[in-house]
């Protein structure tokens, strides 16, 4: 008796499942953490049109973040102001120019090295603080902004943003001066540059030296092997 064509496609299969069973061995466990550049792809998208609190109304842009993806320093401020809202990016205003001199010279990095966001992604009308539920409502998006950037420091940027993260912190005042843990990362508060732009004379020259102290906090901590 022949093998005749049966035969042959019964041993082509069972040399294809021979095959795949040995492909078993590769075949992937449970899946990988997304890069972080593609981590932070998705939480912006998440956002898209975001109509979740009642920040939405107003808003021109949603203002969700900018930087190196993998940074190991991120920023964090409060909300967008006026132009944040119009340009669709954190900190470009008079604030934004002060936080950039603040990053280049105290903390010794350039703007595009750092992760910059806000606790709050739209912009509260008339610049006021964010409200409580606001906060709540959008805190989750930074919360995931957080682990997919994996910083070595977070620099929190005035008293709303300490609230955020800390609440029952009575504010910039009370947090300065330590460093603090969110999510297992150190954080260092310090003043937001529109606090420092409202200042002059000897509480100015203080204000910056305060900051440069923080700076110095979070370099020392980035400076520690990993
Ligand atoms: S502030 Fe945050 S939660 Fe509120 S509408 Fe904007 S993106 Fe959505």
């Not at 973040?65 to 340009?87: N, W």
């Not at 539920?133 to 620099?155: G, H, M, N, Y």
């Not at 609440?167 to 990362?185: K, L, Q, T």
Request: with cysteine; charged share 25%; hydrophobic share 40%.
């Amino acid at each position: 008796m022949t093998a005749g064509p049966d035969a042959d496609l019964r041993a082509q299969l069972a040399a294809r499942l021979r095959l795949l069973q040995g492909f078993t061995d590769f075949l992937p466990g449970p899946p990988l953490p997304s890069p972080p550049a593609e981590a932070l792809e998705a939480i912006s998208a998440d956002l898209d049109g975001c109509t979740r609190c009642r920040l939405s109304e107003k808003r021109k842009t949603i203002v969700f973040g900018v930087g190196r993806p993998d940074a190991d320093l991120m920023f964090i401020g409060e909300g967008p102001g006026r132009d944040e809202d119009r340009q669709g990016e954190p900190f470009v205003g008079r604030a934004g120019r002060l936080l950039n001199e603040m990053i280049e010279k105290c903390f010794q990095r350039r703007r595009a090295d750092v992760y910059i966001t806000n606790i709050v992604k739209c912009r509260p009308p008339g610049n006021r603080n964010p409200e409580a539920d606001e906060v709540a409502t959008c805190l989750p998006f930074l919360k995931r902004q957080i682990a997919s950037v994996r910083p070595r420091v977070i620099c929190l940027l005035g008293s709303v943003a300490v609230k955020a993260l800390f609440p029952g912190v009575r504010g910039i005042g009370a947090a300065r001066g330590a460093v603090w843990e969110f999510a297992g990362i150190p954080v260092v508060p310090t003043f937001h540059p529109a606090y420092l732009l409202r200042a002059e004379g000897e509480r100015l020259q203080q204000l910056k030296r305060e900051v440069l102290d923080d700076a110095r906090t979070a370099l020392e901590i980035l400076g520690r092997p990993q």
